[in-house]
């Protein structure tokens, strides 16, 4: 750990490192959406699974809104916002998941039935939980919004154009997925704003770029555990196309 503060601008490239190389792009599940090779069957085992990691992000987030102080205003205010997006503001993000689930051949009850999802989806949820209720809240931005929801974007805009043009899923079919690559970068970069404005100590520098490291390793082993439970009985992915990714 350095005894140093780093300025924003390094502050910043490190977060970026912390998270580079464990992107869950590069998960197998991940190379095989991209390049069209999972069916609606392993496609339907995902939504029923990431409903349970991102259904309750509006908690997380409401359990870390309790406890962040009110003089980080502006924090205050993107956490809510953020809840309201996923809720209340225009169609509920779970529901677009589940609109997406239901075309790829499951239904809202094997979705929302959490016996449905795997062990390491449990693991990422309660994760989720831990971080937005013992953290410093700084710290706990850095990891449920810098290491986890700014990752979106780049993996969306991988997978997206795949459903349309292999799969034959209509835009509404897809709206999950649209949103979010635009939603979250938003997010992500407001992620970005409170943490290096907030983090003013090398302690909690320190803490959060751990903790950035950490939550993509989460994503980057829940989207791991995803292929071995469902895919990896019917298609293998090589290494040299894992460090394609």
């Known amino acids: ?43 339907a085992r995902w939504a029923e699974n990431h409903y349970h990691y991102v259904g309750p992000f509006a908690d997380y987030l409401g359990y870390l809104y309790a406890r962040t102080p009110d003089h980080m205003t502006e924090a205050k205010d993107f956490l809510l916002a953020n809840m309201y997006e996923e809720e209340i503001g225009g169609d509920r993000h779970t529901d677009l998941l589940i ?15 959490p016996n449905n999802m795997s062990p390491t989806t449990r693991g990422l949820q ?15 931005v850095a990891g449920l919004v810098v290491g986890l929801e700014s990752q979106v974007p780049s993996i969306y805009r991988k997978q997206t154009p795949t459903l ?12 999950f997925f649209d949103l979010h690559i635009v939603s979250d970068e938003i997010h992500g970069e407001r992620g970005y704003q409170i943490v290096l404005e907030h983090a003013n100590t090398p302690e909690l520098q320190a803490k959060c770029l751990r903790i950035c490291e950490i939550g993509a390793q989460m994503r980057l082993l ?17 290494q040299e196309e894992l460090l394609a990714a």
């Not at 309660?126 to 706990?140: F, G, K, L, Q, T």
Request: proline share 2%; glycine share 4%; net charge neutral.
């Open 1 to 43: 750990m350095t005894s140093t503060l780093m300025n924003r601008d390094d502050f910043r490239a490190a977060l970026e490192n912390a998270i580079k190389g464990k992107s869950a792009n590069k998960a197998p599940f991940s190379v095989a959406w991209a390049t069209g090779r999972l069916s609606r069957e392993h496609l």
């Open 164 to 175: 349309r043009d292999k799969y034959g899923f209509t835009d509404e079919e897809v709206e």
């Open 126 to 140: 309660s994760w989720c939980y831990a971080i937005a209720m013992r953290e410093d809240p700084v710290v706990a």
């Open 99 to 113: 609109r997406f689930a239901e075309a790829c051949g499951t239904t809202r009850a094997r979705v929302v039935d």
């Open 222 to 238: 829940y989207t791991t555990a995803l292929y071995h439970d469902y895919v990896a009985k019917d298609l293998q992915i090589s």
